[in-house]
């Protein structure tokens, strides 16, 4: 089974690769992760994307955050191309963006470097 073949099965069907690597671009989009934290920060979670990136426990994000941080029509494109409803590329954000942040930052801090080529080798790592 090939790179693509794990992630678009343990993501949950055909579609599944796409989400994980359009998380992955949210955390490597053109301001980069430093980006997504003031993002968050200036969205009134600064106290849960800082979990993320410390060393810590996790705290978790809603659907309801994701949106209002991300925005609609960030998460209406990513719906696009995926071909999942926007419901539920919400949903998968909320749930691995977490984890996606997490897994970059283990000493705690923003690295440097590119952010989506570090991405992309975690994905294979997990899958």
Do not use: C, R, Y
């Not at 810590?56 to 309801?64: A, F, L, Q, S, Y």
């Not at 191309?81 to 919400?90: A, H, M, N, Y």
């Amino acid at each position: 089974m090939g790179l693509l073949d794990s992630i678009t099965s343990a993501a949950g069907g055909p579609q599944g690769g796409g989400i994980l690597e359009s998380i992955v671009g949210l955390v490597g989009g053109n301001e980069g992760l430093g980006g997504l934290v003031k993002k968050f920060t200036s969205g009134g979670l600064g106290d849960v994307i800082g979990s993320w990136v410390g060393t810590g426990e996790n705290k978790t994000v809603t659907p309801d955050q994701i949106t209002s941080v991300i925005g609609n029509e960030k998460l209406a494109e990513i719906a696009n191309k995926t071909g999942l409803p926007i419901e539920q590329v919400t949903q998968q954000v909320a749930t691995n963006l977490p984890n996606i942040v997490d897994k970059l930052t283990p000493e705690g801090k923003i690295p440097e470097g590119n952010i989506l080529e570090q991405g992309m080798e975690l994905l294979k790592g997990i899958f």
